[in-house]
């Protein structure tokens, strides 16, 4: 099987310590305080795998073509949830349902056959907690 390997380093970029106000104009914050930007993250930054997506498959779910992810392998998968599965070499993103028969998996088709995670042949890597969107 094949493993994820990712670095984890400090990201040390400028950003803003207070929240902006949409459509208001807003007192200019210091833009020398430099923070770590994954400080945000429960759980800490060891539990986390950073992907680039490709394609468009999860619009519906608000996930575009080369957003980056961020998935957390400590994070419980819920109802709704959508999480990193690895299957038979390839790395998908499925859907999870937890329904009175027992937690399903689907892919991002309306159709998609579900899939009972207590048969999975797959692994769930984790879950997606944050995504960045690129604007241009």
């Known amino acids: 099987m094949k ?3 990712y670095l984890e380093r400090i990201s040390l970029i400028p950003v803003f310590k207070n929240a902006l106000h ?3 104009p807003t007192k200019s914050p210091d833009p020398s305080r430099m923070r770590d930007i994954l400080s945000f993250l429960d ?3 060891a539990s986390k795998i950073f992907v680039t997506v490709k394609g468009d498959a999860w619009k519906n779910f608000g996930i575009l073509d080369k957003d980056r992810l961020v998935i957390d392998r400590l994070r419980e998968m819920v109802d709704a949830s959508v999480v990193l599965v690895y299957s038979r070499g390839n790395y998908l993103f499925r859907k999870v349902s937890v329904t009175g ?3 399903f ?3 991002p088709d ?3 056959t579900p899939i009972p995670v207590d048969l999975l042949e797959e692994r769930i890597l984790g879950v997606v907690t944050g995504i960045v969107h690129r604007i241009s």
């Open 101 to 103: 028969l027992g937690t």
């Open 22 to 24: 949409a459509g208001t």
């Open 43 to 45: 759980h800490g930054k």
């Open 110 to 112: 309306k159709g998609s």
């Open 3 to 5: 493993s994820l390997v």
């Open 105 to 107: 998996l689907f892919g």
